[in-house]
């Protein structure tokens, strides 16, 4: 039988087209099994990629908070706007109205964006209000995102900011209390990988690949009520009298802890600008001075405790002056023949002066040591001070002299604060803690019993005729020292001062510990017992009453207050 060409030509016509669909259909068929099977692994981890992402889960950072549980650190949720730099340059033309809501130059913008275009995150405004976060959500600008952050805020501001401190914008403590325990109470940011949609938005949760571990709290010792009145009228007292500075530290006579700790001038900690060094330094802890007549106290108790003072003994000093190597020592003027309780009460610098100089160098310096002079106190809190006392070995009979009315050493307002607690508890000495619950056990630096003798010989520096009836808190019992020491200057002893005054209350049964230093005051008032110590008696009389410690004399206070017009 013949078949004619066309159709041969039709046969074979219909034979190519089904070899040429078996092999397109067997070349299909490699494919679907390559990317299946071959490449499935790494054309999955591709697509996640694109579209999986790892987040970061914000943690909240642990409050600050005062003894009685009252925030003085306190952490808010806030949204960041970020973008995708290369998604958000796709639609350049939508970048002058974002800037206009962010208060942005529209060219700064776009010029940062094109610096960073290989980059997949860029901050371009950290912390914003509620509002301006809701507007920016509603542009639904490709490329620009909002994400949660913390802000701290400080409720106290100025009145408690060189203790508590401050954090920077990523949160991480860089002054005070919060730059010490920056690690108890930072926490952990967790993480989980999420999808997201090409606009950004998380549509699925994946998996959590770390827990987020919130900060711990910090409980301090201070009592925000007696803190912001301490604060007041140390304001008060510096604008008073032209001030430069000053500081008040308050502390628990029989824990070590410290109540109130206030500085001025201060900072608020919630205001964005750049903070100056005078009133970013905890003065309390960093500043050094000569403490002046406030070492008295403890160069009469060496002098007690080697055996060659008692406090009905004599000491003659007129004419109110001495010659020590060379120099004058003078008094403010003759006090004629004083008990060693009388040099206390009128602050007499020739009759301390003989006292000390009649004793070995080395047993003054050892006491001195003991209450904590020369040494840090050690409250971990950073760039605290140790103050200056120098070796024994080195003082010259006029150095020793002078360090018998404060002169030749420095210490810092706490130290004097501890050393005075120490006086008022019998001699034991603790380290003084800002942080609740901290273990304090005292060691003894004094006899208890010439403690108590030495605390109720301060109470004639309170009483009529002393330099510091200013400081009497009315129905308790006041011990304390008055302190006015010339500042040094490049050219030598200057005619600036510093008004201080120490003391406790009540002396009957020592509650509170407490010193003021008022630096430089101008005008003619600048004695401690004219600036410092109404300002220890108006602080003194407000913790009383904040501790509900009972009056000395309740029966003359209930009489006054009975019969009150």
């Known amino acids: 039988m013949m078949y004619s060409s066309d159709a041969v030509q039709g046969t074979v016509r219909l034979w190519l087209l089904a070899g040429l ?40 950072r642990g409050n600050i908070v005062d003894r009685n549980g009252e925030p003085l650190a306190v952490s808010t949720p806030v949204e960041s706007v970020w973008a995708h730099p290369g998604e958000l340059l796709q639609v350049a033309d939508r970048i002058p109205e974002l800037a206009d809501l962010l208060g942005a130059s529209p060219e700064d913008l776009e010029r940062r964006l094109t610096q ?30 909002l994400q949660r952050e913390y802000r701290r805020f400080y409720p106290t501001g100025e009145v408690s900011a060189q203790v508590v401190g401050f954090t920077n914008i990523d949160d991480v403590g860089q002054e005070g209390l919060e730059l010490a325990y920056n690690s108890w109470l930072q926490g952990e940011p967790g993480a989980k990988r999420v999808i997201k949609d090409r606009l950004g938005r998380v549509v699925q949760d994946i998996e959590l690949v770390r827990e987020a571990r919130p900060g711990r709290d910090l409980r301090l010792t201070l009592d925000r009520r007696l803190q912001y009145l301490a604060f007041r009228e140390l304001k008060s007292t510096v604008a008073e009298h032209g001030a430069r500075s000053g500081s008040v530290v308050v502390m628990d006579v029989a824990t070590g802890e410290v109540l109130a700790m206030v ?87 020739v009759g301390v002066v003989q006292l000390v100089l009649s004793m070995d160098a080395r047993h003054l310096w050892g006491v ?64 003084p803690t800002l942080i609740s619950g901290t273990d304090n056990p005292p060691h003894s ?27 009497a808190v009315q129905g308790y019992r006041t011990a304390g020292k008055t302190g006015t020491s010339r500042k040094l200057d490049a050219g030598g002893y200057s005619d600036r001062y510093i008004a201080s005054f120490a003391g406790f209350a ?34 003194m009389e407000a913790g009383l009453r904040l501790f509900n410690v009972p009056p000395d004399d309740l029966g003359t206070l209930v009489t006054q207050v009975e019969f009150m017009p």
């Open 263 to 349: 500085n001025y001038p201060s900072y608020n900690p919630n205001a964005s600008g750049r903070v100056s060094s005078e009133g970013l330094r905890n003065r309390a802890l960093t500043d050094v001075f000569e403490p002046g007549s406030l070492i008295k106290p403890f160069a009469v108790a060496a002098a007690m405790e080697a055996g060659i003072a008692n406090r009905e003994m004599q000491i003659d000093t007129s004419p109110g002056t001495m010659r020590v190597s060379g120099h004058t020592i003078r008094d403010v003027r003759d006090f004629g023949e004083l008990s060693v309780e009388g040099l206390l009460a009128k602050s007499s610098n």
């Open 116 to 145: 960073r275009a290989g980059r997949e995150f860029v901050w371009l405004r950290r912390r914003v209000n509620p509002d301006l976060a809701e507007q920016v959500r509603d542009l639904q600008v490709p490329g620009v995102f």
């Open 21 to 60: 669909m078996v092999v397109v259909a067997v070349l299909l068929l490699g494919r679907a099994v390559k990317l299946q099977v071959m490449e499935a692994e790494f054309l999955q981890s591709q697509g996640e990629a694109r579209y999986l992402r790892q987040v970061s889960i914000p943690t909240v």
């Open 368 to 431: 001195y040591s003991r209450f904590g002079f020369g040494s840090v106190a050690g409250t971990g809190f950073p760039g605290e001070s140790a103050g200056v006392l120098r070796d024994y070995e080195r003082w010259r009979k006029l150095e020793q002299a002078t360090l018998a009315y404060g002169y030749g050493m420095s210490v810092t307002p706490l130290q004097l604060t501890r050393a005075v607690a120490a006086i008022a508890d019998g001699g034991r000495l603790r380290q």
């Open 506 to 539: 009540p002396a009957s049964r020592p509650k509170l510990a407490a010193v003021v230093v008022i630096n430089d005051p101008a005008g003619d008032q600048y004695y401690g017992g004219q600036v410092a110590a109404p300002l220890f008696g108006r602080v």
């Open 445 to 471: 630096v004094l006899d208890p019993q010439l403690a108590e003798e030495l605390g109720a010989m301060l109470e004639s520096t309170v009483a009529p005729g002393g330099t510091g009836t200013a400081a």
